[in-house]
């Protein structure tokens, strides 16, 4: 069983940034592969971004890649996404996930077994 945290989120101006921060509870953070997905007010819930369980392997959705960076730290069972450039369409709840049968990356969120709360981004613009 994971616990999953997500922080950091917040109201910010367009070509801002923000970090999101998911803290993970337990002693195998690094056994899973972990991944963002975000839900805006409407739409589905969709992929941001993904990394591998040792942190080698990176996977990015169009619309981030070279905004959005997503980095772990496993000895503080903590991964984070770096957003830069923040647009008016980045604004969502973002979810942070924890796949347990992943050995690299996915960017299907039916393979992610562990799921927590969300944290709002809202960009302005």
């Known amino acids: 069983q994971v616990q999953l945290v997500e922080s950091g989120g917040g109201l910010v101006q367009a070509g801002g940034s923000l970090r999101l921060s998911c803290a993970a509870s337990?002693?195998?953070?690094?056994?899973?592969?972990m991944g963002w997905f975000r839900q805006a007010p409407g739409k589905e819930r969709e992929f941001v971004a993904a990394?591998?369980?040792?942190?080698?392997?990176?996977d990015y959705a169009d619309s981030v890649k070279g905004r959005f960076t997503i980095s772990r730290d496993n000895a503080k069972n903590t991964v984070f996404l770096q957003m830069n450039s923040l647009k008016p369409e980045d604004t969502a709840v973002y979810y942070c996930?924890?796949?347990?049968?992943?050995?690299?990356?996915?960017?299907?969120?039916?393979?992610?077994?562990?799921w927590g709360q969300g944290t709002q981004v809202t960009v302005s613009s």
């Open positions: 990394i591998s369980r040792s942190g080698g392997s990176t």
């Open positions: 337990g002693r195998t953070f690094s056994r899973y592969a």
């Open positions: 996930a924890a796949a347990a049968r992943v050995m690299n990356t996915s960017t299907r969120d039916t393979v992610y077994n562990y």
